[in-house]
């Protein structure tokens, strides 16, 4: 019989901070263009590319270096206090006075998101051990990120028939907070300390080590290659489509990105029951097939409702590739280090978008929308290609590998790869001592980790 996983309390307390949150960063993104207007003018654009910029820049290089560090922290004030900080940091933006003052405060803010977004995501699995459970969990999370895509602007657009825009940095700052209260509601599993290296560095740089030694995991990072590519055409370039090209109007250019929005919701509600006949690889692979397709097809230089169906599809490939790689990172980690995996996978992925925006919006610019359409379309079925070679066909979870001997020292507890003599001074486990692993071959749940730094050859 099916569960929900609304049926715990803690999942339910952290869905709606996630929704509420997210509407609140919604109103703080209109509020945005206003200020940016306000205190530039003309060059209003330029201001929020830039600004966008830091956002990415926060996310990929900060993101990591929080995650590899987060287990060094109850997880659950981590999470409280990112909350607060990031309040204060909206709340401070109504009273901005230069462009420059602007590009701090979101650097900060997107800074303390680089920490608390990939740890949140980690701490759902914790509160839902349940495959079934975690699967609809991420696709509800999916449904959350377009429905506020649809409505943030519309609370926005009712908000500021009674208020100015800075009552929008007010609601988000409120947002967090509310956030932070419901996680203080939470109960969250404390986490297991992690069988690692004590160095710093070692530690900072675990999460994208491991990532990247990890097959499935860097299909994944290719098909979000693929998504950054797909979704950055839908972002910068449908409104050149519409206004450009078709002499269309503003309401047509909404109505675009609702058709995309629309095939992502409708997606994201069907990846958990199509997950029962097939698996992650298959689904995945296909929804970006799907996207590449879809650009393809736009680069036929179509009608304005042929245009629609075609953003339809590109916004299903997108949930069908995006909804189900938490199951992927989760399958790829120990519970210790989720937060170091969640926290690398959400750094490469901003950085294929770090890249996809720039690209796209200069090849519309210079080779025109649908040219550039038809090349992100080729673009999109190589990384598919590419996806497909490096997801191993079998990839299954436990695999046969061998261990040299080797002397390591890190905290540890007893079990199949710590089964040593002890002095009488090691102290209760978890402990550190310098102690010796036998080689020895045996066949059990394989991830990268301390004792698994590189992925078998032979996977049986």
Known sequence: MSSSPFRHSSFRRLFSAQVIALVGTGLTTVALTLLAYDLAGGNAG??????????????????????????????????????????????????????????????????FSAGFKPVFAASIPDV???????????????????????????????????????????????????????????????????????????????????????????????????????????????????????????????????????????????????????????????????????????????????????????????????TPAGRIVNRSSLPEDRPAYFSAQFALSHACWLIAYPVVGFLGATLGVVSTAGIMGGVILAFTALAFVMWPRGDGESLTHVHTEMNHLHPHKHGSHHEHAHEGWEGPEPHVHGHRHQPVKHLHRFVIDDHHRHWPETQS
């Open 128 to 322: 839902l051990p349940s495959e079934e459970e975690y699967t609809k969990a991420l696709s509800y999370s999916r449904l959350a990120y377009d429905l506020e895509s649809l409505l943030s602007p519309l609370f926005a657009g009712l908000a500021l028939l009674y208020f100015s825009y800075t009552a929008l940095f007010l609601g988000n700052s409120v947002a967090f907070l509310i956030s932070a209260v419901l996680i203080m509601g939470c109960v969250l599993p404390h986490a297991t300390r992690p069988e690692r290296s004590s160095s710093i560095w070692e530690e900072i740089t675990f999460g994208l080590r491991s990532y990247m030694a990890t097959p499935r995991l860097r299909a994944l990072l290719t098909l979000y290659a693929a998504v950054a590519a797909a979704s950055a055409m839908v972002i910068v370039n449908t409104v050149v489509f519409i206004r450009e090209n078709m002499g269309l109007e503003d309401t047509d250019v909404a109505l675009a990105f609702a058709a995309a929005g629309l095939g992502s919701m409708i997606a994201a509600l069907l990846v958990p029951k199509a997950l029962e006949f097939v698996n992650d690889r298959t689904l995945m692979i296909g929804g970006s097939v799907c996207m590449g397709v879809g650009l393809l097809l736009t680069a036929t230089d179509l009608s304005y409702p042929q245009l629609l169906v075609m953003w339809f599809f590109v916004g299903l490939g997108l949930s069908l590739v995006q």
């Open 46 to 111: 330029i201001v929020l590319g830039t600004a966008m910029a830091f956002k990415m820049v926060a996310y990929v290089i900060f993101s990591p270096i929080l995650g590899g560090l987060a287990h060094r922290f109850p997880r659950k004030a981590l999470l409280i206090i990112l909350d607060v900080v990031r309040a204060v940091t909206v709340l401070a933006m109504p009273f901005v006075t230069a462009v420059w003052q602007v590009y701090l405060l979101i650097f900060l803010l997107n800074l």
